[in-house]
């Protein structure tokens, strides 16, 4: 069974650009969420989503960044315009009942 | 506001030798606990949980210890090998709120040989 799979693994984009990450759940598992690490600090939940709905947002810093989940499968996170304070590792995750599978992770860093 | 804190960035132990990881919380409303592990360029990965009912929970040689009144819990890895070398995670959650996982910023373990 494949993992939670994350693209690009790195990304560096200059402030103010556009930059969209991807995730790809676990096939099957209705719940996806989104966490961002700023170096050396916690990991921090952004969002989750059940199939396709926004279940839970609270985490989203501000509204440079939109995330969406059409069909309920796949899910993108668009940060626009990028800030210095962006950057970091952008981990998703995906589960059916219980427990969380983490995806590798998408490096982000804004020069 | 971080309510999940801990406070040993790294942590060194010898081979074969016990390894103590610690983690505090400050929000009494979590009431289910877990550790992940994570290797370089990897995703976390799930190792061990406890519920606010037990006060200790053992998966071979990872033990779970937590103390409700101190708002602390801990990890114990007994032996210590090599290829436990990686940084965990404390994360914390509550029942009404079960999807949303509250994250320490790690503690990186080195077992060295």
């Known amino acids: 069974e494949a993992g939670v799979t994350q693209f690009p693994s790195h990304s560096v984009i200059e402030k103010g650009q556009t930059v969209t990450l991807r995730c790809d759940p676990i096939?099957?598992?209705?719940?996806l969420y989104w966490y961002r690490r700023v170096m050396g600090k916690e990991i921090k939940f952004l969002l989750h989503f059940v199939k396709e709905s926004k279940q839970d947002e609270s985490g989203m810093p501000n509204n440079r960044f939109l995330a969406e989940r059409t069909g309920g499968t796949y899910s993108t996170l668009k940060v626009q315009p990028a800030e210095l304070e962006d950057s970091g590792v952008y981990f998703c995750?995906?589960?059916?009942?219980?427990?969380?599978?983490f995806g590798p992770g998408t490096r982000l860093t804004v020069t | 506001d971080q309510q999940v804190k801990q406070n040993s960035p790294s942590l060194s132990v010898q081979e074969g030798r016990i390894s103590i990881l610690n983690c505090d919380y400050t929000?009494?409303?979590?009431?289910?606990f877990l550790w992940y592990k994570k290797y370089p360029a990897e995703g976390p990965t799930f190792l061990i949980s406890i519920s606010s009912i037990k006060d200790k929970n053992e998966d071979g040689r990872f033990t779970v210890f937590l103390n409700k009144s101190a708002k602390h819990l801990s990890l114990h890895i007994v032996p210590s090998q090599p290829g436990d070398s990686a940084v965990y995670f404390c994360?914390?959650?509550?029942?009404?709120?079960?999807?949303?996982?509250?994250f320490g910023s790690g503690t990186k373990l080195n077992v060295k040989p």
């Open positions: 096939s099957g598992h209705d719940n």
């Open positions: 994360a914390a959650t509550t029942w009404y709120n079960f999807n949303k996982f509250y």
């Open positions: 995750a995906s589960s059916q009942s219980t427990g969380q599978y």
């Open positions: 929000n009494s409303m979590f009431d289910y």
